[in-house]
Structure formats: structure tokens, C-alpha cells
Antibody, heavy 118, light 107 residues
Framework: QVQLVESGGGLVQPGRSLRLSCAAP????????IHWVRQAPGKGLEWVAL????????YYAGSVRGRFVLSRDNHWTRLYLQMNSLRPEDTALYYC???????????WGQGTLVTVSS | DIQMTQSPSSLSASVGDRVTITCRAS??????LDWYQQKPGKAPNLLIY???SLQSGVPSRFSGSGSGTDFTLTISSLQPEDFATYYC?????????FGQGTKLEIK
């Protein structure tokens, strides 16, 4: 069964870094654009970032641009969201998600929780 | 950035009711509008893509319409499992943006 699995979340102090991972067992990630979407506790969905299927293009929300960086491993089996200079307002459940084509998301992971607090 | 505004923010309705949720974009997005349903503790689930295309496996009581800046999601006859939060998202331009959500509650 195709699925996306996020990992790497946890408690981190403001100003520190964290790297999230998105694994896709059963899925060739090079076939799809992959999004990151986050949801702060009790709040709505916020689109964070997108990596193109060829890995050559990345796009970011203004709230994270310059602090977050997308990458993927050489075998294109995992994607990473490197989060630097973390702020308390980055506290959220982070989902990776598959773009089916045309920008809509048809497959979501279960999310990984990031808490930024001193 | 394109702003997406949903209305209402919350809605109380009864099983069997017809419900409409609207989403307005701050600029034209042609038909690059998608609708998601989210239940507590779960990831979102795609209902409608490209404004009016029903995602595979989604019941036909869900429908979407609109183009340009104004869009609607309609549930023709509410079922108990439909009580959830609904989000629109524009996929016309990055950054892709979501509406603030509409919480559909049981009356």
C-alpha cells in the first residue's frame, strides 16, 4: 500500500534547527511533486513548501522562506525539510503529501509534531 | 500571495440538510481550486479537485463548482460522517494557500 511516513519531529528550542524526513515506501518519489503542509494545534492548514518531481525546483511559503530548505537523498527515496532558526510559531504538525498533478494533494502522511519552546 | 476566504467559518446543520460552503480567491485562479475534508486527529482527505472534479471514492453527494474567484462546495444530503472541517486550497500559484476552514457541526 502506498503511503508517506514523516519522522524527525520533536521538542526544540527557539533558534535551533531540526530536519524532518518523508519516506515513501511503495512510491517512486521522483514521479511526483511533494508538498509539506503544517497545522498548528487547533488551527487550520498552512502550505509550507513544494519540491518538484525532478528535484530541481523548490517553492516556499513566505513565513519559512530563507529558513527552511527542501532536499532529497541521492536515491530519491526520502525527502527532507531542513528547518533552521525555528520560532515558536513554527510549532505544528507537519505533513508531507503527494501532488497528483495540477497542485492537488491526494495522499498525506500521518504527520510529525514539531514543538518549538524554551 | 493569493488569499483564500471561506465562509462561513462554522456551520450547524442536520442530517439530510443541503449545505453549501463558499471560497473566494483574492485574484483569479481559473479552476485551480481543491476541497479537502479533515476529521479530528486525521490528515486531510481530498474531495474535489480542479473546482468540480470528484476524487475517486468520494460520495456523489459532494460537488464543487465555480471558476475565476468564486467557488462552492455543496453537500446535497448531509450524512453523520460528513461532520468535519472543510478547507479550500488554490493550486494556481505558489505559495499554494488554504482557506481558514469551515467547521461543520451537528445541529
Amino acid at each position: 500500500q502506498v503511503q508517506l511516513v514523516e519522522s524527525g519531529g520533536g521538542l526544540v528550542q527557539p533558534g535551533r534547527s531540526l530536519r524532518l524526513s518523508c519516506a515513501a515506501p511503495g512510491l517512486t518519489v521522483s514521479t511526483y511533486d511533494i508538498h509539506w503542509v503544517r497545522q498548528a494545534p487547533g488551527k487550520g492548514l498552512e502550505w509550507v513548501a513544494l519540491m518538484s518531481s525532478d528535484g530541481r525546483r523548490s517553492y516556499y511559503a513566505g513565513s519559512v522562506r530563507g529558513r527552511f530548505v527542501l532536499s532529497r537523498d541521492n536515491h530519491w527515496t526520502r525527502l527532507y525539510l531542513q528547518m533552521n532558526s525555528l520560532r515558536p510559531e513554527d510549532t505544528a504538525l507537519y505533513y508531507c503529501a503527494r501532488d497528483r498533478g495540477g497542485g492537488f494533494i491526494d495522499l498525506w502522511g500521518q504527520g510529525t509534531l514539531v514543538t518549538v519552546s524554551s | 500571495d493569493i488569499q483564500m476566504t471561506q465562509s462561513p467559518s462554522s456551520l450547524s446543520a442536520s442530517v439530510g440538510d443541503r449545505v453549501t460552503i463558499t471560497c473566494r480567491a483574492s485574484q483569479t485562479i481559473t479552476n485551480y481550486l481543491d476541497w479537502y475534508q479533515q476529521k479530528p486527529g486525521k490528515a486531510p482527505n481530498l474531495l474535489i479537485y480542479a473546482a468540480s472534479s470528484l476524487q475517486s471514492g468520494v460520495p456523489s453527494r459532494f460537488s464543487g463548482s465555480g471558476s475565476g474567484t468564486d467557488f462552492t462546495l455543496t453537500i446535497s444530503s448531509l450524512q453523520p460522517e460528513d461532520f468535519a472541517t472543510y478547507y479550500c486550497q488554490q493550486s494556481y500559484n505558489t505559495p499554494y494557500t488554504f482557506g481558514q476552514g469551515t467547521k461543520l457541526e451537528i445541529k
